[in-house]
């Protein structure tokens, strides 16, 4: 079974700062991979996505994304991170024609 | 473009009654959508794939006759919960794929609805 890991609940940055969000799958084939950002009492706004092609994916707002096949992930990344951009973050695979979302990570950016 | 307009977005009502939410794609037409249910600080539970024309698929666990969903028209698709409880509170969230888009396409979501069963 298709399944996402994000391993951190929650990261601190301060405002500037690159950041980093983790996530890893486990799939059989090839993996169709997303992120997306939710803010409160929101449903969730689509980022990017990984089908095939580069492995760094550019997205909205700035934020990218870097597959890596070895090593089973697919990390967020943004070189400056804004205060605005603090949400929680949701890795998601593809299961069949569902979804197969990560238990999220909430991302404060700190001024 | 792909716009998802989920109403009601918030909804207080006393228990044993029944709640529709609605799932709208405004620009784009959706063969499938899905509804989802969150609780505080979790991730999104699937619990069901609403397909037009046909009966949905409900995940395990999920009452099909607690939740019921018709996808009527290619831009509409309803969720009743009825007979609410208040253990039934909770944020639900609809999300649409394009009826030309791929299993590898993003699904696009409505801002949910919070529902709280006094």
């Known amino acids: 079974a298709q399944s996402v890991a994000q391993p951190e609940d929650q990261v601190n940055v301060a405002e500037g700062n690159p950041l980093t969000v983790k996530c890893t799958y486990s799939v059989s084939g090839n993996p169709y991979l997303f992120w997306y950002v939710q803010y409160p009492n929101r449903g969730l706004q689509f980022l990017l996505k990984?089908?095939?092609?580069?492995?760094l994916v550019k997205g909205s707002y700035g934020f990218e994304a870097e597959f890596n096949k070895s090593q089973t992930s697919f990390h967020l990344k943004k070189p400056s991170a804004l205060v605005s951009d603090s949400a929680l973050y949701f890795c998601a695979v593809v299961n069949g024609q569902n979804f197969v979302f990560g238990p999220g990570t909430r991302l404060s950016v700190l001024p | 473009g792909a716009v998802v307009s989920q109403h009601p977005s918030w909804v207080i009502c006393k228990s044993g009654t029944s709640v529709k939410i609605e799932c709208r794609s405004l620009?784009?037409?959706?063969?499938?959508m899905f509804w989802y249910r969150q609780f505080p600080k979790q991730s999104l539970m699937l619990m069901a794939t609403s397909n037009e024309g046909s009966k949905a698929t409900y995940e395990q666990g999920v009452e099909k006759d607690k939740f019921l969903i018709n996808h009527a028209s290619l831009t509409l698709s309803t969720l009743t919960v009825t007979s609410a409880h208040p253990e039934d509170s909770s944020f639900y969230i609809c999300s649409a794929r394009p009826g030309t888009g791929g299993f590898n396409q993003p699904q696009h979501f409505g801002d949910g609805t919070r529902l709280s069963i006094l």
């Open positions: 620009d784009f037409q959706a063969t499938t």
């Open positions: 990984y089908i095939t092609g580069d492995n």
